[in-house]
């Protein structure tokens, strides 16, 4: 049985510490937060649960393996790097830090202390997700073309990062599962609206290996809530759209075939071929409606138990961060390319 810590049960918290009390072989045994009103209403929730402000003091307990970081995203690094030093393995967040070198350095802490470190980038665990990498990675849809992702609605409007840091993550890690690869180069656009000094509309370039483009597109001034990723590929095209409670993933049989008119298989000149457009069918797999949290948090547990790699590990949630610092620099420096350095 592994003992579990929360750490920040304010907007997100309520929804991790009900997971985290549902998780096989874990049990919630301790939350923590800086504010009294919120750690009251989780106390509320779950009286067994030991809740305390003090930080020191739950990290000092001797029934707590695990712990889970959820405050905001400048705290990341310095409370992790306090749970690693304490000997809890840690599951923190989105983003892991606000830097690579920060991330570097709770990756080297905690495999010195053989402590698994986790990030949690969500979507990752979330059905529809798993099945678009299943999708890429048995070639149904051909040699990936290019990409796009759309992030947008009206608010949450955070204050203490930018719409990129807030919700680019998401898509960013998406795509580097998708591609198994981190990409070269990123340009990024930001846009100021609201607050002095905080992008709250962010447009987003990534090159990836394999002349793969991906644009990504995140705001929190939008009319409607869309959270929707398209792949193009050469035989076929792909859309995830997880605000479409029927059909989250679709398939289509759509692109551009090479038809010979002479017969022959390759083609040396533009007058040997055609390009024939096919529209075929549309596929809507059957997606299994199972809470990406839920395996977030039980994929944590399992790996404390098996030893296993987790599948959002310090190396993962590093390469999220570098892409987000590089997509930074090139808000700064006009959207020019700025290269990804890992």
């Known amino acids: 049985m592994i003992n579990l810590g929360l750490i920040g049960v304010g907007y997100w918290g ?23 009103k919120s750690l009251g209403k989780i106390s509320s ?11 020191t003091r739950m990290l000092a307990a001797t029934d707590l393996d695990a712990v889970v970081v959820a405050t905001p995203a400048g705290t990341h690094f310095e409370i992790a790097k306090q749970v690693l030093k304490a000997g809890k393995h840690a599951l923190v967040e989105k983003p892991l830090a606000m830097s690579g070198d920060e991330c570097d350095e709770l990756i080297d802490l905690a495999d010195s202390k053989n402590l698994k470190l986790m990030v949690g980038h969500t979507f990752l665990y979330s059905p529809p997700v798993l099945k678009l990498k299943e999708i890429v990675g048995s070639g149904e849809i051909g040699d990936v073309y290019y990409a796009y992702s759309t992030r947008v609605n009206l608010g949450r409007i955070r204050k203490d990062v930018n719409a990129m840091w807030n919700l680019a993550p998401h898509d960013i890690a998406i795509f580097i599962n998708l591609f198994e690869s981190a990409p070269v180069s990123v340009s990024a656009k930001g846009i100021t609206h609201i607050q002095p000094g905080i992008e709250d509309v962010v447009f987003m370039y990534l090159d990836f290996p394999g002349n793969i483009t991906v ?4 705001s929190w001034l939008d009319p409607g809530k869309v959270r929707k990723l398209t792949l193009v590929g050469s035989k076929k095209m792909v859309v995830y759209d997880d605000a479409n409670a029927d059909a989250k993933i679709q398939i289509f049989d759509k692109g551009v075939t090479k038809v010979s008119n002479g017969g022959a298989e390759s083609f040396t000149s533009f007058g040997e071929f055609q390009l024939l457009l096919r529209a075929g069918d549309v596929l809507i797999p059957k997606i299994a409606a199972t809470e990406p949290l839920k395996m977030e948090c039980q994929h944590f547990v399992d790996c404390i138990i098996s030893g296993e790699r987790p599948l959002t590990d310090g190396v993962h949630g590093k390469q999220v961060v570098r892409v987000l610092e590089a997509a930074q620099e090139s808000m700064k420096s006009g959207a020019c390319p700025v290269e990804v350095k890992l």
Request: glycine share 2%; hydrophobic share 40%; aromatic share 6%.
């Open 14 to 36: 309520p929804n991790l510490a009900r997971n985290l009390n549902n998780t096989e072989n874990a049990a919630l045994a301790w939350v923590c937060d800086a504010d009294e």
């Open 45 to 55: 929730g779950y009286p067994k649960v030991q809740a305390t402000n003090d930080l």
């Open 215 to 218: 644009h990504v597109h995140i």
